[in-house]
């Protein structure tokens, strides 16, 4: 067990439909990740978050967001689903440390969305 | 930019025989590198990490990888492939800059081990 916990575990839903997924990082973590993986894109980096506040941007597309909140849990918000968006997503948190020392990520089980 | 390529989306080995899988990297910057597991509807675990420290490096169940800058390489290895070890393995780079730590996945590689 990480410590980073994510709901729900798995979603369904239809095409054109918004969903938000919930991430709580370990105790402590003041960094929040957002990853993709899917069948035909792979492992892709979305977003993080430091502290509430946007940190850096991957391959997230316009129709994705995300926020962090002030108790440090973080929501990946999708909307106008599509049946390539049917993917899991990770949350992944790390500890504050010194700038560009190494902080080890800590991954969730995962949400799977599935878009019908 | 950095990225990572795995050589091999499925690799298959007997029990008892060396396990190899391959991570070629590119980076701008001296970069940080790790292997991670996943297992079927899991998530990820990290296997090893290197940080800059020691150039070969030791993982959990045996698992170890050297860093070789002047092939580019974090190839994986084991001496003696257990049935347990057939998950999916990811090499990933990390993003440094600015302190973030965005990690940059490979492909991949399934590995299959043989009784």
């Known amino acids: 067990d990480s410590g980073v916990t994510q709901t729900p575990k798995h979603l369904i839903t239809a095409t054109g439909q918004r969903v938000t997924l919930r991430c709580s990082p370990r105790s402590g973590d003041l960094s929040v990740y957002w990853y993709q993986q899917s069948l035909d894109q792979g492992l892709q980096f979305l977003i993080q978050?430091?502290?509430?506040?946007?940190?850096a941007k991957g391959n997230i597309l316009e129709r994705f967001s995300a926020q962090q909140f002030p108790d440090l849990h973080s929501e990946l918000n999708l909307s106008s689903l599509e049946l390539g968006d049917s993917a899991l997503y990770f949350c992944a948190s790390s500890a504050r440390g010194r700038q560009g020392a190494y902080n080890e990520q800590f991954f969730g089980p995962g949400t799977r969305l599935t878009v019908l | 930019a950095q990225s990572v390529t795995q050589l091999g989306s499925h690799v298959s080995v007997s029990e008892g025989a060396l396990v190899l899988l391959r991570c070629n990297y590119s980076?701008?910057?001296?970069?940080?590198l790790f292997w991670y597991v996943q297992y079927p509807n899991q998530g990820l675990q990290l296997l090893l990490k290197y940080t800059s420290a020691a150039t070969l490096v030791k993982g959990i169940n045996g698992f170890e990888a050297e860093f070789k800058k002047s092939e580019t390489s974090f190839h994986l290895t084991k001496p003696s492939a257990h049935m347990s070890d057939a998950p999916e393995y990811f090499c990933?780079?990390?993003?440094?800059?600015?302190?973030?730590?965005?990690?940059?996945f490979g492909t991949g590689t399934r590995l299959t081990v043989i009784p």
């Open positions: 980076s701008s910057v001296p970069p940080y």
């Open positions: 990933a780079v990390s993003d440094r800059v600015g302190g973030a730590n965005n990690l940059f």
């Open positions: 978050y430091y502290n509430g506040e946007e940190r």
